[in-house]
């Protein structure tokens, strides 16, 4: 016996025809909230297990930060967020640099609006590349066409912020 594909009419139709038209809208990373996934083992300490701290224009005040809406939260022109998802939205495999065997588990990468004031070598998170490993490669092998992040600058510019993350050049990084 054939089964019959039947297409969705009336409301169906209309529905799946709103949500189609509403894909190309969507360009967002996003993270676990329940149950909170395990690298939110710091959501019980400051400033994580507090408000997200937020400008007058509704920004957060700086940028690592990976709010959830929270009802019990103060009311800010971003609405109500806490930091109770801790650092979950980051890359959960820190330390981690294309072509190095291993992570080191501490380096979290750059943070491109954030200026450094530490020497190279410091360990601050900052707007400064971050090679884990002397050994690692030093170009990205995925095409720039094909980043979703940093699109503007060459590969291995000043500016070329996550040259050495592990989405660079897939498969070269030592992630388990």
Not at 147 to 175: H, K, L
Request: aromatic share 6%; proline share 13%; glycine share 10%.
């Amino acid at each position: 016996m054939a089964l019959a594909f039947n297409p969705p009419s009336g409301i169906g139709q209309t529905i799946l025809l709103l949500l189609s038209a509403l894909a190309p809208l969507v360009t967002a990373h996003g993270s676990i909230v329940v149950p909170p996934p395990r690298n939110a083992i710091d959501a019980h300490l400051a400033p994580w297990n507090s408000s997200v701290p937020i400008t007058p224009s509704g920004a957060a005040a700086f940028d690592p930060w990976c709010p959830v809406p929270d009802q019990n939260s103060t009311l800010s022109p971003a609405g109500r967020l806490s930091g109770a998802n801790g650092q979950a939205c980051f890359w959960f495999s820190s330390g981690c640099s294309i072509g190095c065997p291993t992570c080191d588990g501490r380096t979290r990468g750059p943070i491109p609006n954030l200026n450094c004031t530490k020497p190279h070598g410091s360990g601050e998170m900052c707007a400064r590349k971050m090679q884990v490993c002397e050994d690692g490669i030093k170009m990205p092998t995925l095409p720039r066409e094909a980043r979703t992040v940093n699109t503007g600058p060459e590969d291995g510019a000043p500016d070329d912020w996550y040259q050495y993350s592990p989405w660079r050049a897939p498969g070269s990084a030592g992630v388990r």
